[in-house]
């Protein structure tokens, strides 16, 4: 899944830069090994988005609309990208930035070609931001500090998006027979009304009323 959502923004950020989107940790020995300008989305923090978690189960119907399974709700993560520029001079870095910046923005959610085929039984687009970091983010210092590099402009882009949950429960058959209620009296006794039906299958019904149809048209 997260995989998938990678593949997402690297497209949306694809037109903005003449080199590659890279998703590695940017250290100084990557920095190192570039040799064309790059725009880099390091994927620094996976976090449960807990005011989207659902209670209770998910009914799956077959064509009927007969129940068949039961599953958990999806829960939902907040993914968090670093998304930085590297080229020779700064002035072309906050180029690329610029760049990313205007593509990123018209974006609120993502919705059709960019929400992966994965997800699109549970959810038909996704919540993005760009540079409004969640508050219970990890300060850029504290990254910058931990990639062992020098801190430098960045975006902060976060996409919400569901992850399935198992297992998926197999529910009982229908019920296809009748129950009766029978009433009792305080000492245990059956009273004296008939037992009444409560329930009937689609195909005694059916029966029933063939052969109620037959009887009118014979007039017996």
Known sequence: MIHEIDESLRRLLAPAVTGDVAFDAPTRDWAARRNSPTLNAYLYDIREDVARRERGAYAERDANGIVT?????PRWFRLSYLVTAWTARPEDEHRLLSGALALLLPHEV???????????PITESLPLSVAMPPAESRS???????????LKPSLDVVISTP????????????????????????????????PRMMRRSVT???????????????GR
């Open 204 to 218: 005694t019904v059916s029966t029933a009323v063939t052969a109620r149809g037959t009887h009118d048209e014979n």
């Open 110 to 120: 993502l919705t059709g070609d960019a929400v992966p085929e994965s997800v699109r």
């Open 69 to 73: 399974r039961r599953r958990q709700p």
């Open 163 to 194: 992850f399935p949950v198992t297992p998926v429960y197999e529910v009982a058959p229908p019920v296809t027979e009748g129950a009766e209620l029978v009433v009792r009296g305080i000492d245990g006794m059956p009273g004296d009304s008939r």
């Open 140 to 150: 850029l210092a504290d990254i910058w500090s931990a990639l062992g590099g020098e």
